[in-house]
């Protein structure tokens, strides 16, 4: 399934459907857009496939808790809605069962560490507020001693308009991690109009602005 919605999403990168997909904004008006809007643009042909895969490839975290930023490939076909992936956080615009995912490599060098890497897929709520980066969905472990080892988590959620994802990275002795390679990826399996939400787009750009800031986050007991 991973396979077909990258092979989509490559051919999405020369196809008319991406630039239809700017479609989305002649719904506003005052950057403004209902909540039916919403739904009846994400369930038809100009919605298409809602997804996103991204990597870094020797990328090293040096802060508890910080932030994973993908910068080295980007596949993606939801740069043509309101900035719904910002390289380092995932704010759906279509709503939907979305199916996550974090994979990584560690690798060994100077003054980074050897031992336990937890690389955690947050979740925040549009509708919930509060604190960000939002609920503990997912933990990818690399458990194993020595340099070099991997992480793997897979969640399904149902994701609201406005809902975010970032993924966080920690090392159990408090050294800095080393990622020969981390990917993060997205992809909605099946249309939720029910989640729908009223699109602002003043409200949508404050929202981003201060997930922005949130790139350390002691997250306590997680």
């Keep these: ?30 950057g403004k857009a209902s909540k039916e809007a919403v739904a009846k643009h994400c369930a038809g042909p100009d919605g298409g496939v809602r997804a996103v895969a991204a990597a870094s490839l020797d990328l090293t975290l040096a802060e508890f808790h910080e932030r994973v930023r993908y910068v080295d490939r980007q596949l993606t076909n939801v740069n043509a809605n309101p900035g719904e992936w910002t390289g380092e956080i995932y704010k759906p615009l279509c709503p939907g069962l979305y199916a996550l995912s974090v994979d990584f490599v560690t690798a060994g060098g100077e003054g980074v560490t050897d031992g336990e890497v937890t690389v955690h897929i947050h979740v925040w709520r549009k509708a919930d507020g509060g604190d960000r980066p939002g609920a503990l969905a997912a933990m990818a472990v690399k458990a194993e001693p020595g340099p070099r080892g991997s992480g793997h988590a897979s969640v399904v959620l149902a994701l609201a308009t406005g809902d975010e994802i970032a993924t966080h990275s920690l090392s159990a002795d ?32 404050a929202d981003q602005a201060e997930a922005a800031k949130v790139r350390f986050a002691a997250m306590p007991g997680n």
Excluded at 189 to 202: G, I
Aim: glycine share 4%; proline share 5%; no cysteine.
């Design 174 to 205: 408090g050294k800095p991690r080393r990622f020969e390679r981390i990917q993060f990826s997205a992809y909605r399996v099946q249309h939720m109009p029910d989640l729908a939400a009223d699109f602002d787009r003043a409200a949508w750009e």
């Design 1 to 30: 399934m991973i396979a077909r919605v990258l092979a989509i999403l490559v051919l999405a990168g020369s196809s008319p459907a991406v630039a239809e997909d700017f479609a989305f904004f002649k719904l506003l008006k005052d």
